[in-house]
């Protein structure tokens, strides 16, 4: 029903920025919860930002909180990641994701439709 695929990935450095991008194809991409999730090396999937269909409620990670921003253009049927102050510990794939429903979930099985994902590395 929603295909997702990332762009935007890349090796930047430390306190630097990077700006993500998911473009999905389908017609409901706007009654559609969107995330942002990551998995580095040994890790688990661990989810980053999520946003309501509409744009007006974001969650946030504790880890991200006031350095990525999340958000949506309904019309383009695009959600971004906007990633400041990168540290060496945001290092991970990052895949943009989807879910019907009435929450912003943080467990990423709660989260139908996937991209293949798109590297981060952020070196010292």
């Known amino acids: 029903q929603v295909q997702l695929i990332e762009s935007g990935g890349g090796l930047v450095q430390a306190g630097g920025s990077l700006r993500l991008s998911c473009v999905a194809s389908g017609d409901t991409f706007s009654d559609h919860i969107m995330g942002w999730l990551r998995q580095a090396p040994g890790k688990g999937r661990e989810f980053v930002a999520g946003?309501?269909?509409?744009?007006?409620?974001?969650k946030y990670h504790d880890s991200v909180k006031g350095r990525f921003t999340i958000s949506r253009d309904n019309a383009k049927k695009t959600e971004y990641l906007e990633m400041n102050s990168l540290k060496p510990e945001d290092t991970a794939t990052y895949y943009c994701a989807a879910r019907r429903g009435g929450s912003i979930l943080m467990s990423p099985r709660e989260y139908k439709y996937w991209g293949p994902g798109t590297q981060v590395t952020v070196s010292s």
């Open positions: 946003i309501s269909q509409t744009g007006s409620n974001t």
